[in-house]
């Protein structure tokens, strides 16, 4: 199983609360990403990072932001939390071999629900 | 822009038999990657199977294979034998070669096994 945890697993909280969501990998992966996921859906890619300093919004417009001051977290801030935000979050990273198939590792997720 | 398709949302198998699952694409490019991940119920997400385009052989993990009909853009999962552990929402994703970090994920079958 791959190592990237991302905490809290569950979490619910009220609208307008500051929210940060936290993914870590011990695997030294370069590439890191965000997706939001919601039941039964497809994932949708809303942010990415290619390393240390390096952010990217994916397909999906998202109100949250990330950061990536180390390479192995990978952070994601709600600054208002609202009920469309309500979903599962989930993280993954890959290695950098420059093939393109390498795999993403999961994180477990964070189920957010905003009330 | 890529799209993934699995046209069917729920397939049950009984224990110990063959099951396939659908995939079909949309894209415009001729070197990409293709992936099957299994997602659990409440676990992380992990790769079951991996086909680069250029490849004419089907993938092979143990009991899981591919039929990759590149012309008809099929992509298909073949779990044999098929056991318990295997009750999963598959996901059938899509990696474009040309360095985007995108992978584009079909909205998922639920695969049930009837013991």
């Known amino acids: 199983e791959a190592d990237i945890y991302q905490t809290p697993r569950y979490l619910v909280i009220g609208t307008g609360k500051k929210i940060t969501l936290e993914c870590s990998q011990t695997m030294g992966h370069d590439k890191m990403y965000w997706y939001q996921q919601d039941p039964g859906m497809e994932l949708h890619l809303i942010h990415y990072s290619y390393g240390v300093n390096s952010t990217e919004k994916g397909d999906l417009s998202s109100e949250s932001t990330v950061s990536r001051i180390r390479t192995e977290h990978f952070p994601l801030t709600l600054e208002s939390a609202r009920p469309s935000h309500t979903s599962q979050y989930l993280c993954a990273s890959s290695e950098s071999t420059g093939t393109g198939n390498e795999p993403q590792h999961f994180g477990d997720g964070t189920r957010l629900s905003i009330l | 822009a890529q799209t993934v398709t699995q046209s069917q949302p729920e397939m049950s198998v009984q224990e110990a038999e063959t099951v396939t699952l659908s995939c079909t694409y949309d894209t415009s490019e001729s070197d990409y990657y293709l992936f099957w991940y299994k997602q659990p119920p409440s676990r992380q997400m992990i790769l079951v199977i991996r086909q680069e385009a250029y490849k004419q052989q089907n993938a092979t993990e143990n009991r899981f294979s591919v039929n990759f009909q590149k012309a008809a853009k099929s992509f298909s999962l073949k779990i044999s034998d098929s056991q318990l552990g295997d009750a999963a929402m598959y996901f059938c994703?899509?990696?474009?070669?040309?360095?985007?970090?995108?992978?584009?994920f079909g909205t998922g079958t639920r695969l049930t096994i009837i013991p």
């Open positions: 994703a899509y990696r474009s070669a040309g360095g985007n970090e995108k992978l584009t």
